[in-house]
């Protein structure tokens, strides 16, 4: 990550900027049901894209991570010095019942700025870049139409994400799971990572779990 200006503003305003020390808390324990699939994205900083997706109908969990790299066991002080080539990501647990892949694709692209290189404002580095995770053949039609779609009738040719066949998915470690649920105050949360989700339920109200709503 680009560090911002001072130390102080970029502990307080980036997603790196979580201290050590912060409570370990682990998720409610979670039991995926024989129904249930996975989809791996990666837009930004994981607190923000974890919160979205576990906003939507359809999703039963969604998991911070890391995906996309090279190395083993990616830690979170590893990941944001770009040494393992990894991103963050989040692996969404859903209901193919209720919502589809192609609508988790909706969600992903209508939740971040896809033409950005390696980050999403404020954070910055190959850690933060776009990535969607395909597990088969249809996932990657389903993403690379969109990314056409999308390219034609609004970026004009500059979609940036990487479009990836999936391989491996570590889970990060515990502080980082719900975070944006359990630490409403934290500076970040409250200046990035809620008017993010908020942007997105104003322009998906459809999408939204009862409870989500405004």
């Known amino acids: 990550?680009?560090?911002?200006?001072?130390?102080?503003?970029?502990l307080l305003?980036?997603?790196?900027?979580?201290?050590?020390?912060?409570?370990?808390?682990s998720k409610e324990m979670y039991k995926p049901?024989?129904?249930?699939?996975?989809?791996?994205?990666?837009?930004?900083?994981?607190?923000?894209?974890?919160?979205?997706?576990?906003?939507?109908?359809?999703?039963?969990?969604?998991?911070?991570?890391?995906?996309?790299?090279?190395?083993?066991?990616?830690?979170?002080?590893?990941?944001?010095?770009?040494?393992?080539g990894h991103?963050?990501?989040?692996?969404?647990?859903?209901?193919?019942?209720?919502?589809s892949f192609?609508?988790?694709?909706k969600v992903y692209y209508g939740s971040h700025d896809p033409t950005t290189v390696n980050g999403q404002h404020p954070d910055y580095g190959s850690q933060y870049r776009s990535i969607a995770f395909y597990t088969n053949e249809q996932e990657k039609a389903i993403i690379n139409n969109m990314i056409a779609t999308l390219n034609k009738?609004?970026?004009?040719g500059k979609v940036a994400t990487e479009?990836?066949?999936?391989?491996?998915?570590?889970k990060a470690e515990e502080y980082h799971q719900d975070f944006e649920k359990?630490?409403?105050?934290?500076?970040?949360v409250k200046a990035v990572s809620i008017p993010r989700l908020n942007r997105f339920k104003k322009k998906f109200p459809e999408l939204l779990k009862e409870k989500e709503k405004f």
């Open 33 to 84: 049901s024989q129904e249930t699939k996975v989809a791996y994205f990666a837009s930004g900083c994981f607190w923000c894209v974890e919160a979205i997706f576990e906003s939507v109908k359809g999703v039963e969990e969604a998991v911070s991570g890391y995906a996309g790299g090279h190395t083993k066991n990616p830690t979170y002080e590893s990941t944001g010095r770009g040494d393992t």
């Open 153 to 156: 009738e609004v970026y004009n």
């Open 163 to 170: 479009v990836q066949k999936f391989n491996k998915f570590y």
């Open 1 to 10: 990550m680009k560090i911002l200006f001072t130390t102080t503003v970029f």
């Open 102 to 105: 192609e609508t988790l694709v």
């Open 182 to 188: 359990r630490n409403p105050n934290q500076p970040y």
């Open 13 to 25: 305003m980036s997603c790196l900027g979580v201290a050590k020390n912060e409570q370990n808390r």
């Open 87 to 99: 991103a963050e990501t989040v692996a969404v647990y859903y209901n193919p019942k209720l919502v």
